[in-house]
C-alpha cells in the first residue's frame, strides 16, 4: 500500500505562486506513476501533472509553462509548483500513485485563487 499525505495549499492572490507536496509512505522509486489532479465544485476531476518512475512528464495544456511537476526521491516526496496563478486554478488538489497496477490517493489539498 501507498498512503500520499498533500500539504502547500492555501490563498493566494492571482498571479502569485504556491508549492504543493505529496509525501509517500514508500520508497517513490518503486512507484510506477505519480500525478496531480484537481476537481473544482460542479466539475469533473482532471489531471493537472504526471510524472512517470523514468522522468516522463505531462501536463494539462491550461497549465503548460505555469506549473512544474518534479520529485524528490530522498524525501519520497512530489512537488506541483505553481506560477502565475488564476482564479480558475481554484480547486482541490489530490496526489494520486500507482503502485503495483493500484491505484492510491491523499485527502487533498485546498488551492483559492482570489484578491
Known amino acids: 500500500q501507498v498512503q500520499l499525505v498533500e500539504s502547500g495549499g492555501g490563498l493566494v492572490q492571482p498571479g502569485g505562486s504556491l508549492r504543493l507536496s505529496c509525501a509517500a509512505s514508500?520508497?517513490?522509486?518503486?512507484?510506477?506513476?505519480m500525478g496531480w489532479y484537481r476537481q473544482a465544485p460542479g466539475k469533473q476531476r482532471e489531471l493537472v501533472a504526471s510524472?512517470?518512475?523514468?522522468?516522463?512528464?505531462n501536463s494539462a495544456d491550461s497549465v503548460k509553462g505555469r506549473f512544474t511537476i518534479s520529485l524528490d526521491n530522498a524525501k519520497n516526496t512530489v512537488y506541483l509548483q505553481m506560477n502565475s496563478l488564476k482564479s480558475e486554478d481554484t480547486a482541490v488538489y489530490y496526489c494520486?500513485?500507482?503502485?503495483?497496477?493500484?491505484?492510491?490517493w491523499g485527502q487533498g489539498t485546498q488551492v483559492t485563487v482570489s484578491s
Open positions: 510524472i512517470t518512475s523514468g522522468g516522463r512528464t
Open positions: 514508500r520508497s517513490i522509486s518503486s512507484i510506477t506513476y
Open positions: 494520486h500513485a500507482i503502485y503495483v497496477s493500484r491505484g492510491y
